[in-house]
């Protein structure tokens, strides 16, 4: 089976480009442009150095020694908490970022939801003098204060999102709507891998190093490149889009999506949209997304701002249709308990959506030689007041 | 294609077009605005179908959309509301939603109520082109249902004859690049592009649309295509004035 985009931007029956005419020369010129950018030597020369020196990559493979006693299973980290703002959302805005310099433009706009996506987009623009404005639900901007002032101190205008619910869902609405208003000079930096075609495939290509480096870390370590299985939390789904990116053809290698549950998969407080939801359109994108019997678009919660999002990318869709990924999921007390875990068998604080990932590993048996690589997506100081709140 | 729109769209003079969000103000004013707007002169009506993700919607249409989700609107009640006005109003209406609300209905079961209620005529805008020609024509064919495509200044030449082409209905010629919204006035920039579209002699009615709020901006347009449709200015009013006056909106536009 083929996992990858096809030539018409799909994923089997997932993906494309649901776009108004009004966005149709955008989208276009991205589409056309995308992979001659991505391909090129001096792309990829900047990129590097930029993952390299900027963003601190490689980013380590770590075995987890507590962890893997702990389980009975032999479980490495990839800690892309490491990255420079703190996840892995700095290898796309990077990589987005030198694609707009190409394109010629000269304004960015971010939608974000926790405000890790609005950082990494605010610390490029900073970095390379473009314009920057991010849209942030209203809500959010109250609930993730840090990161709206460093996105201010990084020089990004905030822009709240005062329409639906007013978090992550409608921050992209308002980011599409001003693409709309201002299609010639501005970039639309889209955070994971929704969006309409090319943005899944893009986004998917510039995370896919976390799989890349896993896979020279792992032959090195342990003298093969293949884990039994990759564990990755998914919201939208572009760390486990990078994780899972180079063992996709490799059906040796389970690949387990761990979505958020909030109270409950059926509590109707809970993000867990493959278990929820059915096929429409979303953002753009032919996919799997929670909505109601008139396709109204309703909202999901977790305790992660990060995976709080009615939808998944349309690459994880098609890997859920297919069985290629094993999608399972936890709940906001699963998280915390195993973020709570984790910190104290490895002293390493993870970021909430990270500790969703880590929360499966209760539920499932392991034997002590397999080899299981969890990508540790962020970290968790943004997360502290969240911790301090449900510390027992 | 014999439609009651393609008869009027084939008419000699300046189109007006309302839109209006269903459901909005109230739950139960669809029957009372088309009657209005019918009696006062209006050539076509569309209907929006409320959605809670409406990208290509402006402030005031979205705020509509919001205000009908929460009076309970649906498109089951919709399709109710328009099937009981079927054989009362003579004007052809257009239904505007979004593609998920469709494929979440069911596609076919959504043309077939279209089928019943009499409308001939829809617009999807996050609907392109190319899944349209590979999903959908033949279904909406099969249901006597014709689509209706949009261009905008950014569209090239090569893609407007190409829509020109597929278009049974007319053209929506979105009057600028932006989002629905009443900008007050029509700008040089705006005239510059109407003239490019009026020289390609395209077979296709041409009906303009976004920012065209009043006499002035109507009769402005009209000039070069040959009709528009008034959305965002008509939600403002009932906002204000309710659905009573509704008539009087239209005899300001098109009095002389």
């Not at chain 1, 020279?216 to 299985?229: A, I």
């Not at chain 1, 867990?272 to 359109?281: E, F, H, Y």
């Not at chain 2, 009651?4 to 309302?18: G, T, Y």
Request: hydrophobic residues 40%; contains cysteine; proline residues 4%.
């Amino acid at each position: 089976m083929n996992y990858f985009v096809d030539k018409n931007g799909y994923y089997g029956q997932f993906g494309g480009a649901f776009i108004p005419e009004l966005l149709y020369p955008n989208v276009k010129e991205l589409e056309d442009n995308y992979l001659k950018i991505l391909e090129s030597e001096s792309f990829k020369k900047e990129f590097k150095e930029l993952l390299d020196n900027y963003v601190g990559r490689p980013t380590p493979l770590y075995l987890a020694k507590r962890l893997s006693e702990k389980y009975g299973a032999t479980i490495y980290l990839k800690r892309e908490d490491l990255c420079h703002t703190g996840a892995h959302k700095i290898n796309n805005t990077i990589g987005q970022i030198l694609v707009a310099k190409k394109l010629g433009k000269k304004r960015i706009i971010a939608e974000t939801g926790a405000g890790q996506h609005g950082v990494a987009t605010a610390t490029v623009c900073a970095l390379m003098n473009l314009e920057c404005v991010v849209f942030m639900g209203e809500v959010d901007i109250k609930r993730q204060a840090p990161n709206v002032a460093r996105m201010k101190m990084l020089g990004a205008k905030v822009v709240p999102a005062k329409s639906g619910s007013k978090t992550l869902k409608d921050a992209t609405n308002e980011a599409i709507r001003d693409w709309i208003g201002n299609p010639a000079d501005t970039y639309y930096l889209i955070g994971s891998v929704v969006g309409p075609h090319p943005y899944p495939d893009m986004v998917a290509r510039l995370q896919s190093i976390i799989s890349k480096e896993m896979k020279e870390q792992l032959l090195e370590q342990t003298g093969n490149e293949n884990p039994d299985m990759i564990i990755a939390c998914v919201g939208g789904g572009s760390n486990a889009a990078g994780a899972f990116y180079h063992y996709l053809d490799n059906e040796d290698v389970k690949l387990i999506a761990v979505e958020a549950a909030g109270l409950g998969v059926y509590s109707g407080q809970s993000a867990a949209t493959s278990q929820l939801g059915d096929v429409g359109v979303l953002h753009g994108s032919k996919t799997i997304l929670m909505q109601d019997e008139y396709g109204q678009v309703t909202e999901p919660y977790s305790i992660s701002a990060g995976l709080d999002y009615p939808g998944i990318g349309p690459l994880h869709a098609y890997l859920h249709e297919s069985k290629r990924a094993v999608f399972m999921n936890a709940t906001d007390q699963e998280a915390l308990d195993s973020a709570y875990e984790l910190t104290k068998t490895e002293g390493i604080i993870p970021a909430l959506e990270s500790a969703h990932a880590l929360a499966v590993l209760p539920k499932m048996k392991f034997k002590k030689e397999q080899v299981i690589v969890i990508n540790l997506s962020g970290r968790g100081d943004k997360d502290l007041e969240t911790y301090i709140t449900h510390l027992k | 294609m014999g439609s009651r729109l393609n008869k009027i769209l084939k008419e000699n003079k300046k189109l007006l077009s309302v839109f209006f969000t269903a459901g909005f103000p109230k739950l139960n004013d669809t029957e009372v605005i088309i009657k209005s707007l019918e009696s006062s002169g209006v050539d076509f009506i569309e209907v929006g179908l409320p959605y809670s993700d409406p990208l290509a919607d402006g402030p005031t249409i979205q705020h509509s959309s919001s205000v009908a989700l929460e009076n309970g609107i649906n498109l089951d009640i919709i399709f109710n509301q328009l099937e009981a006005l079927k054989n009362s109003v003579k004007i052809p209406l257009v239904l505007m939603g979004y593609i998920n609300q469709i494929i979440k209905y069911g596609e076919e079961k959504f043309c077939q109520k279209c089928k019943d209620c009499g409308i001939e005529t829809i617009i999807i805008p996050d609907l392109p082109m190319i899944e349209y020609e590979s999903h959908y024509q033949q279904l909406f064919t099969n249901y006597g249902i014709s689509n209706v495509f949009l261009i905008t200044p950014q569209t090239s030449e090569e893609r407007i004859r190409k829509i020109d082409k597929i278009t049974n209905a007319f053209i929506y010629v979105v009057a600028s690049s932006s989002i629905t919204g009443a900008k007050g006035e029509i700008s040089s920039k705006q005239i510059a592009y109407f003239e490019r579209i009026q020289k390609m002699n395209l077979k296709s009615t041409l009906i303009a649309g976004f920012g065209i709020s009043n006499k002035s901006t109507f009769n402005t347009v009209c000039k070069y295509v040959n009709g528009a449709i008034i959305g965002s200015a008509f939600i403002n009013f009932l906002d204000k004035n309710g659905t009573g006056n509704s008539s009087n909106f239209v005899k300001n536009i098109v009095k002389n």
